[in-house]
């Protein structure tokens, strides 16, 4: 192989030697050890790195077989929850969700309300963490939901499996004396079922609660929701909210983990719609579930898809 480099600018004197020598395999050396190297700029480096992990990323998703999937569409506009100043300091914060399609077996429904109880008692750490309610969406009226604080005297709820309206003091009253007859006809020193939460809002000048669009009372964390949204074995479509006194990374927590342990439970795909909160100026608080939510290990062996 013959390589003319005649024609060619050189300033280095040694190669311009070897050139005019002729001496293909010396110049070629020579190039190779004393030309300068070139590397890539370290932000085409990181973006060529990225792109590269994007593209396992790909090839690794294609390779896995899930056994389920979570379908996730974006939020409808004509639905929100709209959070007021008040639920400040008393239980400041609230996600949700709505999962589309939902077919209860006897089984499963059975199965459902028992999660609800276990994750109450684990992941939302006896309801100091946070607390889910569950409702019947087809049985809310069209509209915005609220969430607010009433005092305990306005608050008005018809509770879970019961007939008649009652006060949130008047309930709180209630059952804090079942709880002390429960105590003593027990003979022990602690509560059980929904009495062993009464403390968490013990002392509150206000209630929180989630009103319907005809300013019903449809959930007073933490202590129960309204019968008037009671799911059942009929139940397709279902609205769940999460709230907190800690944190808005707490009500998301406990949401992905109850999507994430839904799917196991009803063995079933999960469409799940994203809920918008905002508060009362019309600003967005958060918006369920966003991108960084629902991002489980690929042990967890369910594919999300997401709408772009």
């Given at each position: ?19 005019d020598?002729?001496?293909?395999k010396q110049?070629?050396d ?24 994007a ?6 998703e294609?390779?896995v077989?899930?056994?389920?999937s ?14 007021t100043?008040?639920?400040t300091?008393?239980?400041d914060h609230i ?9 209860f ?6 199965k ?22 569950t409702?019947?969406f087809?049985?809310?009226p ?17 509770p ?5 309206p009652?006060t ?13 007859n429960l ?6 020193n602690t509560?059980s ?14 209630y ?14 933490p ?24 944190s808005?990374?707490?009500?998301k927590?406990?949401?992905d ?6 799917v196991?439970t009803l ?5 799940v ?6 508060d ?10 966003s991108?960084t939510?629902?991002?489980f ?6 594919k999300i898809?997401?709408q772009?």
């Amino acid at each position: 192989m013959k390589i003319d480099l005649k024609s060619n600018p050189v300033s280095d004197r040694r190669l311009l030697k070897l050139i005019d020598q002729c001496r293909t395999k010396q110049i070629l050396d020579y190039v190779k050890q004393h030309c300068p190297k070139t590397t890539i700029p370290d932000n085409k480096a990181k973006e060529k790195k990225k792109n590269k992990k994007a593209s396992d990323d790909e090839d690794d998703e294609l390779n896995v077989n899930y056994k389920h999937s979570i379908n996730i569409t974006t939020y409808d506009n004509s639905f929100k929850i709209v959070v007021t100043n008040s639920v400040t300091n008393i239980r400041d914060h609230i996600a949700a969700c709505l999962v589309n399609g939902i077919k209860f077996t006897e089984d499963t429904f059975k199965k459902f309300i028992q999660l609800q109880n276990k994750l109450h008692d684990t992941v939302c750490e006896k309801r100091n963490f946070a607390t889910i309610a569950t409702h019947d969406f087809n049985k809310l009226p069209p509209g915005d939901l609220i969430y607010t604080t009433a005092l305990p005297n306005e608050l008005v709820i018809k509770p879970l499996n019961k007939n008649d309206p009652i006060t949130g003091a008047n309930l709180f009253g209630k059952l804090q004396a079942e709880a002390n007859n429960l105590r003593k006809e027990k003979k022990r020193n602690t509560y059980s079922g929904i009495h062993k939460y009464l403390y968490l809002i013990e002392g509150k000048p206000q209630y929180p609660c989630l009103l319907n669009r005809n300013n019903e009372v449809i959930s007073f964390p933490p202590l129960t929701n309204s019968d008037i949204s009671k799911i059942d074995i009929n139940t397709t479509k279902i609205f769940i909210e999460v709230t907190s006194t800690i944190s808005q990374h707490a009500c998301k927590k406990v949401l992905d983990t109850l999507l994430k342990e839904m799917v196991t439970t009803l063995d079933q795909d999960l469409d799940v719609q994203q809920v918008r909160t905002e508060d009362h100026n019309g600003q967005t608080k958060v918006v369920y579930p966003s991108k960084t939510d629902l991002n489980f290990e690929k042990a967890v062996n369910i594919k999300i898809l997401r709408q772009h």
